[in-house]
């Protein structure tokens, strides 16, 4: 069979890498084409229906939802006669909607009105145009649910783990990295921007060092926060325990997460952040936000804790009370571990390849 991946940009994002393993295991025994935006703004992709069209593809697997790439191949569909997928990778767009309308953080712009009305006519039908929609996590599904989409055209399927986070780094590596802080130590990995916001994480530590020496680690590169980062922590007082490391590969990440003793999550909008998955593998416990499906894996994990959004008195709260139940800790570990065994990327791939089986089969039937 003939499968076509789309995702906006490379290198990578979160759906970038979910694409590129996908990508990487089809390769072995289907004929597969990753699509991609050479435009660094990928809000419009020339010679798309091109490629669509003369790829001759059974089904097309796109990726990120409010994309001018999925909503294009879900107008090409019935044209192309291909089977198509969804993965959403969130609703970033909506969310962030909301969240302004609530008031809960920036400033509202005059384009807000547009974000509805694309959801109510062009998301919408995209959504309902596919064949599939594999959702990150249940609120995910819960959205589908809600415009309509019968359940037995969703399938939840979370992101998978690279296989290297479950393998324990050396004692010496750990040892070495925890003696260059003061504990607790509490991680955060993700891009340096407002969407992430991490500038809570800092105004939570001013609180967190009134009552305990502690340390905060953010690994990742700077999309527009870093110097306005720098600049809180030094006016806070704290900049002596925030470190910066910038951009980390995976296995020097692993080595960070096995070495700390909470990785913080305190995004504005996620599909499922991956790093929470591999904080699990890691046997890290999280404290996240409910951004996307992050609230519901921690319930059903009880591997993390959930906090309000731009909140730091209950991050602080959080962070005070985990850091002092060793027991709960220690729970929370294991629960993790034992959750994150089943999202091996390997074990992911399985099922979403079973998604398209059932799809093309279906397709031959009728």
């Keep these: 069979m003939k499968i076509a991946l789309l995702v906006q940009r490379f290198p990578h994002g979160g759906a970038e890498s979910y694409v590129e393993e996908i990508a990487r295991r089809l390769a072995k025994y289907e004929d597969v084409t ?127 783990i690279q296989e290297n986070f479950f393998v324990e780094p050396d004692v010496d590596n750990i040892k070495k990295i925890r003696s260059q802080y003061d504990g607790p130590i509490l991680l955060s990995v993700g891009e340096l921007s407002w969407i992430k916001s991490q500038a809570v994480m800092v105004r939570a530590m001013q609180l967190v060092i009134k009552e305990k020496p502690a340390t905060l680690i953010l690994i990742g590169k700077d999309r527009t926060e870093l110097a306005n980062l720098k600049q809180l922590s030094k006016k806070l007082g704290i900049d002596k325990n925030v470190f910066f490391l910038g951009f980390k590969n995976p296995e020097e990440v692993k080595k960070f997460m096995y070495a700390s003793d909470i990785l913080l999550n305190t995004s504005l909008a996620e599909g499922l952040s991956t790093v929470l998955l591999e904080s699990m593998a890691c046997s890290l416990p999280f404290i996240t936000t409910s951004s996307g499906g992050n609230g519901y894996l921690a319930q059903e994990s009880d591997a993390g804790l959930t906090v309000p959004f731009e909140d730091e008195k209950a991050l602080a709260n959080h962070i005070l009370a985990l850091t002092s139940d060793k027991k709960k800790m220690e729970t929370m570990k294991s629960k993790g571990h034992v959750f994150a065994k089943d999202l091996s990327w390997d074990k992911i791939f399985a099922r979403i390849t079973k998604v398209y089986s059932n799809l093309l089969l279906d397709g031959d039937k009728s």
């Design 34 to 160: 990753v699509i991609s935006s050479t435009n660094k703004d990928y809000s419009f992709w020339r010679g798309l229906g091109k490629v669509l069209k003369s790829g001759k593809f059974d089904l097309v697997h796109v990726n990120t939802y409010g994309y001018f790439h999925s909503d294009y191949a879900a107008y090409l569909k019935k044209k192309l006669h291909y089977k198509l997928v969804m993965t959403s990778h969130g609703f970033t767009g909506m969310d962030i909607h909301s969240l302004k309308k609530n008031q809960v953080t920036m400033k509202k712009s005059p384009f807000d009105i547009i974000r509805p009305l694309y959801d109510k006519k062009i998301g919408k039908k995209t959504i309902q145009s596919c064949d599939h929609l594999i959702a990150l996590s249940k609120k995910d599904q819960e959205f589908y649910k809600q415009i309509g989409i019968d359940t037995s055209k969703i399938t939840i399927i979370p992101p998978g």
